[in-house]
């Protein structure tokens, strides 16, 4: 089954936040960016260094969500699906 599409209020935060998140793995430091402004991003996490994710390894496609676990263009995963021991995403989310 398809995934809906973002509706519009999600479309506006991001527009008002920044449309895409890089996030680190292993820490879970996320930082919202607009596009434009991709080549300023660090390669290294701010708190913990470890590497800033802000493209699915999989597809390249920007992530989305803070909280995305797997890709919306490809369906690969982009982190593990817990983070210190929590659940990122309810299942079916």
């Known amino acids: 089954m398809p995934?809906?599409?973002r509706n519009w209020i999600q479309e506006e935060r991001r527009k008002t936040l920044g449309d895409w998140v890089a996030f680190c793995p292993a820490c879970g430091h996320v930082?919202?960016?607009?596009v434009e402004d991709e080549e300023?991003?660090?390669?290294?996490?701010p708190?913990?260094?470890?590497?800033?994710r802000h493209r699915?390894?999989?597809?390249?496609?920007?992530i989305a969500s803070a909280f995305a676990v797997?890709?919306?263009?490809?369906?690969?995963e982009v982190r593990p699906p817990e983070l210190f021991g929590t659940t990122i995403r309810k299942p079916g989310r």
Do not use: H, I, M, V
């Open 47 to 52: 708190q913990c260094s470890g590497a800033l």
């Open 31 to 34: 930082q919202r960016y607009f």
């Open 40 to 45: 300023e991003l660090t390669a290294e996490c």
């Open 56 to 62: 699915c390894p999989a597809c390249s496609a920007p």
């Open 70 to 76: 797997r890709c919306e263009e490809c369906d690969a």
């Open 3 to 5: 995934k809906p599409r």
